[in-house]
């Protein structure tokens, strides 16, 4: 039973143009939500994160948005480029009930093409 | 570098077999990670230990071990594995648990081969 779900496993996007990577969740106690990025051969490495008291988050080209009513958070990257190839991983965690540990999803291998 | 670092990089070992694997922080870190990452699964939590005590096993397999001398260290002492135990073996490592805003720092992971 995944409590953290990303349902693409890869997308393709053209240099340039705005990648948007999708993660549902089922646990309404999850509170605090992460982007990891993970280049073959290396461990993940942290992108950005949200608490759900805020519905939007901004760093560089990376944005991600949360819409807790339907239990969906987004990732965008604009512009889009090759080197933001890899894997991304959707993380969450309930820490208003003590659990810091997140859940990961599956993951979704983004390619971006020059 | 990422501050978190694991030996070896790849590991092939057989059935009978005991070998172990190493990871080593240096960020200051209160709190350390083994996660398992296999083909087309989510990053499967092992084990958590927060000041160098085991908060979470979370249902592992006895035939996997860990380890943690000091705040820095961890491991993973593996014995008699199955040879759908080859996976990747990530560690991680962050600040005191039950901290708001803890982002993990990961190693490079051990690729495992179980012949």
């Known amino acids: 039973d995944q409590q953290v779900k990303q349902n693409s496993p890869s997308l393709s996007v053209q240099e340039g143009r705005i990648s948007i990577l999708n993660c549902d969740y089922t646990?309404?106690?999850?509170?605090?939500f992460l982007w990891y990025k993970k280049y073959p051969a290396e461990g993940p490495t942290f992108l950005i994160s949200?608490?759900?008291?805020?519905d939007k988050n901004e760093d560089g080209r990376f944005t991600v948005f949360l819409n807790k009513s339907a239990k969906h958070l987004s990732l965008h990257i604009v512009p889009s480029q090759p080197g933001d190839s890899a894997v991304y991983f959707c993380?969450?965690?309930?820490?208003?009930?003590?659990?810091?540990?997140?859940?990961f999803g599956r993951g979704t291998s983004l390619i971006v093409h020059p | 570098e990422t501050g978190v670092t694991q030996t070896p990089r790849h590991l092939v070992m057989g059935m009978t077999n005991k070998k172990s694997l190493k990871c080593e922080q240096h960020?200051?870190?209160?709190?350390m990670y083994w996660y398992k990452q296999s083909a087309k699964k989510p990053l499967e939590l092992m084990f958590v230990?927060?000041?160098?005590?085991?908060?979470e096993n979370n249902s592992v397999p006895s035939r996997f071990s860990p380890e943690c001398p000091n705040s820095s260290h961890l491991f993973l002492h593996l014995h008699t594995l199955q040879p759908e135990d080859s996976a990747l073996y990530l560690c991680?490592?962050?600040?005191?648990?039950?901290?708001?805003?803890?982002?993990?720092?990961f190693g490079q992971g051990t690729r495992l081969t179980v012949v």
């Open positions: 949200i608490s759900s008291i805020k």
């Open positions: 993380a969450a965690s309930a820490t208003s009930g003590g659990s810091y540990i997140p859940t």
């Open positions: 960020l200051g870190h209160n709190a």
């Open positions: 646990n309404s106690m999850f509170d605090y």
């Open positions: 230990y927060s000041l160098e005590e085991r908060v």
């Open positions: 991680a490592s962050s600040q005191a648990p039950g901290t708001l805003n803890t982002e993990a720092f």
